[in-house]
């Protein structure tokens, strides 16, 4: 069974619409990720969420708003897409948020915006 | 600012042993991580090191020097599935992951 699972694992859209990836994880845990990877491979936090706590990376705009329905899934929503918003997502979990808490990270989505 | 440097990219034969470094400089520490992720895959796990000295796991191993922001990857008797990036990572004194851009490893026969 799939720790981590993220879809769709590609979404291909126009530059002004509204598009969601779904994250669930079945490890128990009690944080997750959403991370962005460019195409010159950085791996950039955008929420983490522990919890009832979001988060919020101050760089992310707020065209972004993670919602989470339960601690199992913590989905992303992105409204008015850019072109430079695409990237590969992905999605990871953790037991907790202190030291030594490895992350467990979904397959990905890879986002293209036309 | 917060600041992790490793070599963009390296290639080493198969069977021989490659050292893949990382320095980092961030606000707080509290453990370095090593990460594996192939091509068009997700990040796996592959090591942590919060203490200074070496962890032994296999074939990898990865040191941390604390006072010199320091830390490598070893890996030996390399095989060809060993060409991936490999992603060093700090976390911070928020508990926040700071990664690098990773080092992308060529395996040659």
């Known amino acids: 069974d799939t720790a981590v699972s993220q879809t769709p694992k590609y979404l291909v859209t126009q530059m002004g619409n509204d598009k969601s990836i779904k994250c669930e994880q079945n490890l128990g845990h009690d944080t997750m990720y959403w991370y962005k990877q460019d195409s010159k491979k950085f791996l950039k936090i955008m929420f983490s969420?522990?919890?009832?706590?979001?988060?919020i990376n101050e760089t992310v705009p707020n065209r972004f708003s993670p919602k989470s329905p339960d601690k199992a899934h913590l989905n992303l929503h992105i409204n008015s897409l850019e072109l430079g918003d695409s990237a590969v997502y992905f999605c990871?979990?953790?037991?907790?948020?202190?030291?030594?808490?490895?992350?467990?990270f979904g397959p990905g989505t890879r986002l293209t915006v036309l | 600012g917060q600041n992790i440097d490793q070599p963009t990219e390296m290639t080493a034969t198969e069977g021989a042993i490659v050292q893949i470094n990382c320095t980092y400089q961030?606000?707080?520490?509290?453990?370095l991580f090593w990460y594996q992720q192939h091509a068009g895959e997700a990040p796996t796990f592959l090591s942590y090191?919060?203490l200074d000295g070496l962890e032994e796991k296999g074939r990898f191993s990865s040191f941390l020097s604390r006072s010199k922001g320091y830390s490598y990857l070893l890996l030996k008797e390399l095989q060809m599935k060993d060409s991936a990036s490999y992603l060093c990572a700090v976390m911070d004194s928020n508990y926040q992951l700071i990664w690098g851009a990773g080092t992308k490893l060529i395996i040659k026969p």
């Open positions: 961030t606000s707080g520490f509290n453990g």
């Open positions: 990871a979990s953790s037991p907790g948020t202190s030291d030594y808490n490895e992350q467990f």
């Open positions: 969420y522990n919890n009832k706590e979001l988060i």
């Open positions: 090191n919060v």
